[in-house]
Each structure stands twice: as structure tokens, then as C-alpha cells.
Nanobody, 126 residues
């Protein structure tokens, strides 16, 4: 069975850094594009970042561009989200998702993703 397990979320101060990890199992990791989404209380789930299955293309939301970096380690079946210069508005549950896409295609749309993790809480204090 497919599992995506996020880790690394915690309380950090504004301006700090944090790295989230998502370990995938039960799928051929290199056949999937991977994405990060987040959802704050009372708000819609929003796209954060995505990376293509061949680690060539990345795509970021405007709110995190220049601060966050998505990467993947195919040997470890893991995708990462490096978050720098964190702001209180970054506070949310962060979800990892897997999407079977053609090479070079990444999507910011949740319906395009096939599998989801349970999320990890990131809290940024002011």
C-alpha cells in the first residue's frame, strides 16, 4: 500500500528555518511528481511547491518563492521542503502529495494528486 509520511514540523520563530521531509513507500517513486501543500485553520488548502519526477522542474507559489526550496532524493524515496525566512503566515499543516505525471509536468492543483500524507504541523511564532 502507498504511504506518504511527513516529518519535521515544529514550532519555530519568525525568520527561522525548517526542513520538512516526506518519505514515500509502496510506489515507484521515480514515476511520480511530488508536491507540498498547506492548510491553515479556516483557510483553503493551498499549493506550496512541486517537483517533477526526474528532478528537473520545480514550481512554487508566489507566497513562498525565494524562501522555500523543494528537492527530492530518489535513492531514499524522499522529498524535502527547505523553508527559510519563515513568517507567521506560514503556519499551517503541511501535506506531501504524489502525482503520476509526464516528464516535465508539475501541477499546483490538488485534484491532480493521487496520494496524500497525513500532514505535519508547522507553527511560526511572531
Amino acid at each position: 500500500q502507498v504511504q506518504l509520511v511527513e516529518s519535521g514540523g515544529r514550532l519555530v520563530q519568525a525568520g527561522g528555518s525548517l526542513r520538512l521531509s516526506c518519505a514515500a513507500s509502496g510506489l515507484t517513486f521515480t514515476s511520480y511528481s511530488m508536491g507540498w501543500f498547506r492548510q491553515a485553520p479556516g483557510k483553503e488548502r493551498e499549493f506550496v511547491a512541486a517537483i517533477s519526477l526526474n528532478d528537473v522542474y520545480t514550481y512554487y507559489s508566489e507566497s513562498v518563492k525565494g524562501r522555500f526550496t523543494i528537492s527530492r532524493d530518489n535513492a531514499e524515496n524522499t522529498v524535502y521542503l527547505q523553508m527559510n525566512a519563515l513568517k507567521p503566515n506560514d503556519t499551517a499543516i503541511y501535506y506531501c502529495a504524489a502525482d503520476r505525471k509526464p516528464v516535465g509536468v508539475v501541477s499546483p492543483h490538488p485534484p491532480d494528486y493521487d496520494y496524500w500524507g497525513q500532514g505535519t504541523q508547522v507553527t511560526v511564532s511572531s
